[in-house]
């Protein structure tokens, strides 16, 4: 990140304050870039939602169901800025032991990581987590920092040409970055603040946090067998596991 800081700064010139943004994270108070509107994400956010229930099947068992809706309901009305969100929790019928948040506040189970959480507790550490990057605007973090590569080397090959060229320039790469999709792979870095976030908000919302150790523990056991895709984005190594048991020391 400490290569790109000349390259904000270029934005800032050029751009003025229309479209260059920062924020802090919630909880971390990381400084984020963040070069996409709430409205924008929400709108990308609410499109792969619909495109998500066209494909999907959504869970006929209701009672599973209520209780991911009720841990969701009951994490988010914790926090401050959930509230600038519209929120929807779907639990779709399928074995693929993942979960994930799409910016703006769609939330989606599978059923199969369902099948492995032993009571609410260990929803409410997977759904604090998914809350998490959507509360951190992650989707919308990682889409600007795609803008600004794409930007950069622009920038840096028209050796600082009239602001109206780099304009342009700006709505082509902002138009390749919007059409990418807002699902794009989570660094680490997101992951870990997502863990810290999710573990602040399921304790605040009255969870047992001790029960996300035991879930983590019980996904890195899971490892190379039927989890690929959660484990691929969501690593549950012994360094995740060590960093949230001192998340939740920090909690007492
Ligand atoms: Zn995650």
Request: contains cysteine.
């Amino acid at each position: 990140m400490t290569r790109s800081l000349p390259i904000v700064l270029l934005l800032a010139m050029f751009v003025g304050g229309c479209s260059v943004l920062t924020q802090k994270a919630p909880v971390t108070e990381r400084t984020q870039l963040m070069l996409m509107s709430k409205a924008e994400e929400n709108r990308l956010g609410l499109e792969a939602a619909d495109e998500i229930l066209k494909t999907s099947k959504q869970s006929t068992d209701a009672a599973l169901t209520a209780r991911v809706v009720n841990v969701g309901k009951r994490i988010i009305a914790v926090s401050q800025e959930a509230k600038e969100y519209t929120w929807n929790f779907y639990v779709l019928e399928d074995a693929v032991i993942n979960a994930f948040a799409l910016p703006g506040g769609k939330v989606f189970f599978y059923t199969g990581i369902l099948k492995l959480m032993d009571n609410d507790d260990q929803i409410a550490c997977v759904m604090g987590h998914e809350i998490a990057h959507v509360l951190a605007r992650h989707g919308a973090e990682r889409v600007s920092q795609q803008q600004l590569t794409a930007l950069g080397g622009e920038l840096l090959s028209t050796a600082l040409k009239i602001p109206a060229k780099y304009q342009q320039t700006y709505q082509a790469a902002y138009g390749a970055a919007s059409n990418l999709g807002v699902i794009l792979p989570y660094s680490r870095k997101h992951e870990s603040e997502a863990d810290a976030i999710g573990v602040v908000l399921m304790y605040k919302a009255g969870y047992n946090p001790n029960e996300a150790v035991k879930f983590w523990q019980k996904m890195a056991a899971q490892g190379g067998k039927s989890a690929p895709e959660f484990l691929s984005t969501h690593p549950s190594d012994e360094r995740r596991i060590e960093d949230i048991q001192k998340n939740i020391k920090r909690l007492k």
